[in-house]
C-alpha cells in the first residue's frame, strides 16, 4: 500500500480524523468537473482514474467491508456517491448507501455548514470497516459527524475527502 503522506494530510474536525488530499491544482479541477453536473466526465478524466485507483488501493489495504458517503444534500446521485461507486468497482467492496440524505440541499455560508445535521441511517450497519468517501469539505463538519455516528455503531472508519478546505 502506498504511503498516505505523500498525497493525503490528516485533518481533524470535531475530533474525528481523516485524510484529505493537498492537490489545490486537482481540486479546482475537480470542483470545474462537479459544478458541470455531467458525470460522464467523470469517466474520461485521466486525474479522476487516478484518484479512483489509488483510493481503491487504500480501501483494499485497509480491509474495508464497505465503501459509503456522508449523507448527501438530496436523493440524486452527486458526484461523491458517483466517484464513491467507481472506487468500489475497481477495489471489489461492496458500496452501500449507510445514510439517508439530509435533505437540507446546498448549505451555503459557514453558518449553514457548521449547523449539526440529523445523521440517520438508511440501514443499521455494525463492527465493519468503513471507507468513508467525501468530494469536497469546506468545514469538515459533515465528515466528522458521519465518522463520529458509524464509530457510535462500533464500526471502525476510514475517512478520505479528495480536498477538504
Known amino acids: 500500500m502506498r504511503s498516505l503522506s505523500s498525497y493525503y494530510t490528516r485533518n481533524r474536525s470535531g475530533g474525528e480524523q481523516f ?13 470545474t468537473l462537479k459544478k458541470s453536473r455531467d458525470l460522464s466526465l467523470i469517466d474520461k478524466s485521466f486525474v479522476v482514474r487516478k484518484i479512483v485507483n489509488d483510493l481503491a488501493e487504500q480501501a483494499i489495504g485497509f ?6 458517503t456522508p449523507p448527501a444534500s438530496s436523493n440524486k446521485v452527486g458526484f461523491a456517491e458517483y466517484v464513491a461507486r467507481k472506487i468500489s468497482t475497481v477495489s471489489g467492496i461492496k458500496y452501500l448507501t449507510v445514510f439517508k440524505p439530509h435533505n ?17 441511517f438508511s440501514q443499521a450497519i455494525t463492527g465493519k470497516r468503513v471507507f468513508l468517501f467525501d468530494d ?28 477538504a478546505n
Open 63 to 68: 480491509k474495508a467491508d464497505i465503501i459509503t
Open 104 to 120: 437540507t440541499g446546498k448549505r451555503f455560508g459557514m453558518k449553514a455548514k457548521i449547523k449539526p445535521l440529523n445523521i440517520d
Open 19 to 31: 485524510f484529505a488530499c493537498r492537490s489545490k491544482k486537482n481540486s479546482k479541477f475537480l470542483l
Open 136 to 163: 469536497f469539505s469546506m468545514t469538515q463538519h459533515t465528515m466528522a459527524q458521519a465518522i463520529g455516528s458509524l464509530k457510535d455503531n462500533r464500526n471502525i472508519v476510514m475517512g478520505f475527502v479528495l480536498y
